[in-house]
């Protein structure tokens, strides 16, 4: 298995620029989700899934949007990117049950993203 | 408001010697809790979890955590620190089927 994987590793933008990160599973997770890292911030959840076809909004959704039109896949979408977009971008996975988020999340090796 | 608390942004330790990083958290019931390592450059790596049960939980790598809940308190340790230890360690809570909230992080780095 691969786990999770996300590409590209790297990107720069120009501000109002869009993009998509994308983020994959091979381990037939239900639930998914996306996470910025800032200095001395953690992780913060932009948005989650719990399965194909359902998503909802994290803490900080503002800037982002996502679908998730099969279980593999969760891609996540700057429509306008902004200098407060520059971060470090985790995808996730868990299992779920009914919904319900379980056990650990498994994290993709990150996405360096800068605005300029 | 639930939140959870890594008091230590930043610890030093000699290589060989004994570890240990605070977390706390708020919340009205046990959550569910978790340790994350992250080395530079890398994705998180689970370290262990606690569900229920014991209350000393063994992780890879040589770690541990104690969960106390009248402390609310779920602090990793490890009896002898390696150089390969250096990295980012962070505590993670996740109160029944709510999100997965994140510590602020704790960076280790290990002195020769």
């Known amino acids: 298995n691969a786990g999770v994987t996300q590409t590209p590793k790297f990107q720069v933008l120009k501000t109002g620029q869009s993009m998509t990160l994308q983020c994959a599973q091979d381990m037939n997770h239900e639930y998914m989700s996306w996470y910025r890292q800032d200095p001395g911030m953690g992780l913060r959840l932009i948005h989650y899934?719990?399965?194909?076809?359902?998503?909802d909004q994290g803490e900080v959704p503002n800037g982002y949007n996502v679908s998730r039109s099969t279980t593999e896949d969760f891609p996540l979408r700057l429509l306008s990117a902004a200098p407060s977009q520059t971060s470090v971008y985790f995808c996730?996975?868990?299992?779920?049950?009914?919904?319900?988020?379980?056990?650990?999340?498994?994290f993709g090796p990150g996405t360096r993203l800068t605005v300029t | 408001a639930q939140s959870v608390t890594q008091p230590d942004i930043h610890i030093t330790v000699s290589e060989g010697a004994s570890l240990e990083l605070r977390c706390n958290y708020s919340y009205g019931a046990t959550p569910y809790l978790f340790w994350y390592v992250q080395s530079p450059g890398q994705g998180l790596q689970l370290l262990l979890k606690y569900f229920s049960g014991d209350t000393l939980v063994q992780g890879i790598k040589g770690f541990e955590a104690e969960f106390k809940r009248s402390q609310s308190s779920f602090n990793l340790r490890k009896p002898s620190v390696h150089w390969s230890d250096a990295a980012e360690y962070f505590c993670?809570?996740?109160?029944?089927?709510?999100?997965?909230?994140f510590g602020t992080g704790t960076r280790l780095t290990i002195i020769p």
């Open positions: 996730a996975s868990s299992y779920s049950k009914s919904g319900r988020t379980l056990y650990e999340q498994y």
């Open positions: 899934s719990v399965g194909a076809g359902i998503t």
């Open positions: 993670a809570v996740r109160p029944g089927n709510e999100k997965l909230t």
